[in-house]
């Protein structure tokens, strides 16, 4: 298996324009998680899916964001219109269950940079 | 409730020296404690994990840890520094059962730096 997958790994743009990212996670894994990356704020949990339904999208920071899982091997989160204060690493990640003792695998992250 | 602190935000060594990273916890239940690894521009990686089985736990690439119930601890170790070992790691603490993804708490990380 190719581990977990997301693209773009980089993305530039324009404060107000609309961005999105995607991520394939490994398959046979039930569970699929975002997460951000700041220097600020460590690493957060923004949303997860649990058989591509979200489960639990407290850690979303407001209504611009929004994510889907249409399928149980893709998901996209989007951002719309984008600030200069979402400039962050974006990780997928996707694990066999939630919580407990199971590992998440975690793509390489997408380094969004919005001006 | 669930909390993890990263005593150290940046620890530099020299290589060949031991590496100690330091990790404390706290929780309501028999929690599961990981160590992720994450090098630069990369995901992050599992080191290693404990689960309620041996309080040493081997992991990859020489890092072993120690799971400390009475000192609530669980600190990341080395005997030998390799270059190859700088990165940011990650102390995580996840509820012993399974169960609300939203329980597992990431800490802050801690950058090591080796020294040639």
């Known amino acids: 298996d190719a581990g977990v997958i997301q693209s773009p790994r980089h993305e530039v743009t324009e404060m107000g324009q609309e961005v999105t990212l995607r991520c394939k996670p490994i398959s046979g894994h039930d569970y699929l998680f975002w997460y951000r990356q700041t220097m600020m704020r460590g690493l957060e949990l923004l949303i997860y899916f649990n058989n591509n339904v979200p489960i639990d999208d407290s850690g979303m920071p407001e209504d611009r964001f929004s994510a889907k899982m249409p399928n149980a091997s893709f998901s996209t989160l989007k951002i719309q219109p984008s600030e200069p204060r979402d400039s962050a690493v974006y990780f997928c990640?996707?694990?066999?269950?939630?919580?407990?003792?199971?590992?998440?695998?975690f793509g390489p992250g997408t380094r969004l940079t919005v001006l | 409730a669930q909390s993890v602190t990263q005593l150290d935000s940046h620890v530099s060594v020299s290589e060949g020296t031991p590496v100690l990273l330091r990790c404390n916890y706290s929780?309501?239940?028999?929690?599961?404690l990981f160590w992720y690894v994450q090098h630069p521009n990369k995901g992050l990686q599992l080191l290693l994990k404990?689960?309620?089985?041996?309080?040493l736990v081997k992991g990859i690439n020489g890092f072993e840890a120690e799971f400390k119930k009475s000192e609530t601890s669980f600190h990341l170790t080395k005997p030998s520094a390799h270059m190859s070992d700088a990165a940011e790691y990650f102390c995580?603490?996840?509820?012993?059962?399974?169960?609300?993804?939203?329980?597992?708490?990431f800490g802050s990380g801690t950058r090591l730096s080796i020294r040639p």
């Open positions: 929780s309501s239940y028999s929690p599961s």
């Open positions: 990640a996707s694990s066999f269950i939630a919580g407990g003792p199971s590992e998440q695998f």
């Open positions: 404990y689960t309620s089985a041996a309080t």
């Open positions: 995580v603490v996840s509820p012993g059962s399974y169960s609300s993804a939203s329980k597992i708490i």
